[in-house]
């Protein structure tokens, strides 16, 4: 939620790192949908780290595997207040292409 001002306020370059990470959510996030939901895609639940952590974790209330639909929304985002398709095609698109396919939306 930190990362919610930093296009409004002018701070792009604050949202590096969140995709940084969620970049590197992917990888694990594809182990964990196709084990837990038999999904394509990727899949973050509420509890993740830099190690890549992606399962649910802390009891039944830890089953909420929008992670990735929810970081997805950063890059699209950053894409609208920059106009930078090369960011759009090259990184933001993957993901949000990703987490969508978890949910069953892309083919």
Same mark, same amino acid.
């Given at each position: 939620?930190?990362?919610?001002? %930093?296009?409004?306020?002018?701070?792009?370059? +604050?949202?590096?790192?969140?995709?940084?990470?969620?970049? /590197?959510?992917?990888?694990? !996030?594809?182990?964990?949908?196709?084990?837990?939901?038999? %999904?394509?895609?990727?899949?973050?639940?509420? +509890?993740?780290?830099?190690?890549?952590?992606?399962?649910? /974790?802390?009891?039944?209330? !830890?089953?909420?595997?929008?992670?990735?639909?929810?970081?997805?929304?950063?890059?699209?985002?950053?894409?609208?207040?920059?106009?930078?398709?090369?960011?759009?095609?090259?990184?933001?698109?993957?993901?949000?292409?990703?987490?969508?396919?978890?949910?069953?939306?892309?083919?």
């Amino acid at each position: 939620m930190n990362y919610w001002p %930093a296009e409004i306020t002018n701070l792009s370059e +604050l949202h590096l790192p969140l995709f940084d990470l969620t970049d /590197a959510l992917v990888k694990p !996030g594809e182990l964990t949908a196709k084990t837990l939901y038999g %999904a394509r895609g990727w899949v973050v639940h509420h +509890l993740t780290d830099e190690w890549g952590y992606t399962a649910p /974790a802390d009891g039944p209330q !830890g089953i909420w595997p929008m992670g990735s639909a929810w970081l997805s929304q950063h890059p699209w985002e950053h894409y609208c207040y920059t106009g930078d398709k090369i960011f759009l095609k090259d990184r933001a698109y993957p993901l949000m292409k990703g987490a969508a396919c978890h949910y069953g939306f892309s083919g």
